[in-house]
């Protein structure tokens, strides 16, 4: 997983860094239906591409929610 997404999910969401690994479901990193909105909004405000919530939950993992949004970056 990515610096850039580690700090996203540590410092403004406020998920637990113990349970951000490539294979940790959504859930077990903590995330909620709050949590995914956010994330969507925030990787549009700060990286301009668009990744919806349902993007974001149907990812799975978070190494599949990282290559998702590596790939919508170099998309641009």
């Known amino acids: 997983m990515t610096g ?6 540590t ?10 690994t490539d294979d940790a ?3 077990h990193a903590g995330f909620d239906s709050l949590a995914v909105v956010e994330l969507s909004v925030l990787l549009t405000d700060r ?8 993007d974001i939950t149907n ?3 978070l190494g ?4 998702l949004i590596t790939t ?3 998309e641009r």
């Open 11 to 20: 410092n403004d969401l406020k998920l637990p860094a113990d349970r951000l």
């Open 72 to 74: 919508k970056r170099n």
């Open 4 to 9: 850039d997404l580690t700090r996203i999910l």
């Open 25 to 27: 479901s959504l859930d």
């Open 47 to 54: 990286y301009g591409i668009g990744i919806s919530a349902s």
């Open 59 to 61: 990812a799975a993992t």
């Open 64 to 67: 599949r929610l990282d290559l």
